[in-house]
């Protein structure tokens, strides 16, 4: 081999090996940091001022808007687009627009974030349900309901319509069936306090429909699939079908007095999980009308469906939190992620997710966090108001624009 031919050779080898080198090296460039969807938004608001936080998660921007009161109770409704303020102290309900309109398969910006027109007005509400473009709430103060439609939150003077009932005031609840009707609660004064015992079928302009046929000795949560409505009740879990039928799932004999105060549905996973803080949180069969445990425990602050209903997220008292996949019903990831909170402390942390994001408001800090739901150690902290109290979650788990 001549001089020349042995260079070439040598140059080209030198080449190959050079890209080679290259190419390992983009193999392993670790992937891009994951994000969360464009349009979701975090609203918080706060304990002591009207202050209200729109947190932007991806750009870790927070625009400043003003309520009519603090310490309201914060919802998302079905359809996404729209937050609601729930303040029963003040006879009062507000809507919070995000601007953004969902169409399957992207999203609309309709317009800037802002306070839509409408309000609410009835007498303490208390308990608030979003169906479809409908929001619903019970007035604890006279056993009303008042509705509204997602076509009026912008119209200007516009005011929740008020559904009588015939009821007592009392701290109640309702659901909404696909067929139009309401499940509501009704107080016999079978059992003192406030709770109510029975549950009735009206129709929207308040008329009964289905009388009760099962007496609790106490009612407290619930939640509905559009077919079939549960509450969480002293006496079991009252079930209730828009034929009227009723019956009650036993709980478990190692409750002893427990009994689920609070009920979610989880839409994603088509599952209902029943909560106690005496006891955890449990799956709900309707059919079969067994109920399993997801988490067993009397440390939990929380327990959270995520924004897909998919997923139940616990957090403890410990400030362990466990993320729970509902299909499957198995733990997929647990670890601490906020140090540990006294079970006596009066304004505790409140939690809230999506598929890919926890968001935990920290009252004495100011701070919401944004923590990577596959990596606990990826913590955000974004500044909010002085004393944030709730926290919801609004939009949509997708970054397609139009």
């Known amino acids: 081999m001549n001089r020349y031919l042995l260079k070439t050779l040598l140059t080209l080898i030198a080449v190959s090996v050079f890209i080679s080198c290259e190419k390992k090296e983009e193999d392993v460039t670790p992937a891009e940091e994951l994000t969360e969807y464009k349009f979701i ?6 304990e002591l001022t009207n202050q209200i936080s729109l947190v932007d998660p991806v750009k870790n921007a927070v625009e400043s808007f003003e309520a009519q009161h603090p310490k309201s109770a914060l919802y998302n409704t079905q359809a996404g687009r729209f937050g609601a303020l729930v303040n029963g102290a003040n006879n009062h309900v507000q809507l ?38 409908e929001i619903i709430t019970f007035n604890d103060g006279d056993g009303t309901l008042s509705i509204a439609k997602e076509a009026d939150f912008h119209v200007t003077g516009a005011k ?39 549950v009735r079928i009206i129709n929207g302009a308040g008329e009964t429909l289905f009388a009760s046929t099962v007496q609790t000795k106490g009612i407290h949560g619930n939640a509905s699939d559009g ?23 036993p709980h478990p004999e190692s409750f002893g007095s427990a009994w689920f105060g609070t009920i979610l549905e989880a839409k994603g996973a088509g ?21 399993t445990p997801v988490i067993e ?42 140090p540990a909170v006294a079970k006596d402390e009066t304004q505790k942390p409140q939690l809230e997710a999506t598929s890919r994001f926890l968001y935990i408001i920290q009252p004495k800090t100011g701070e ?28 949509f788990e997708s970054s397609e624009g139009h």
């Open 271 to 291: 599952k209902f999980i029943g909560y106690s803080a005496a006891v955890g949180a449990y799956m709900i069969d309707v059919a079969s009308g067994t109920i």
């Open 160 to 198: 929740m319509k008020t559904i009588p009932t015939g009821n007592k005031a009392h701290h109640g609840a309702m659901t909404k069936f696909d067929n139009g009707t309401y499940a509501i609660t009704e107080k016999d004064e079978s059992v003192a306090g406030t709770l109510p015992e029975r």
């Open 368 to 395: 919401l966090l944004q923590i990577d739901a596959k990596d606990f150690g990826k913590i955000k902290k974004i500044k909010v108001s002085s004393t944030p109290y709730r926290l919801t979650i609004l939009g």
């Open 41 to 46: 938004r975090v609203l918080v608001n706060d």
């Open 227 to 249: 077919k079939v409505s549960l509450f969480g009740s002293s006496s079991g879990i009252l079930v209730v079908e828009p034929s009227g039928a009723q019956r009650l799932i």
């Open 96 to 133: 919070f627009d995000t601007g953004f309109e969902g169409h399957g398969d992207h999203v609309d910006v309709k317009g800037t974030p802002k306070f839509g027109a409408l309000t609410g007005t009835g007498n303490r509400p208390t308990h608030f349900k979003s169906k479809g473009d």
């Open 297 to 338: 425990s009397s440390d939990l602050i929380q327990v959270k469906t995520d924004l897909s209903g998919n997923n139940l997220v616990a957090f403890l008292h410990s400030g362990e939190v466990k993320i729970f996949d509902l299909k499957a019903n198995l733990l997929t990831k647990s670890g601490n992620v906020v």
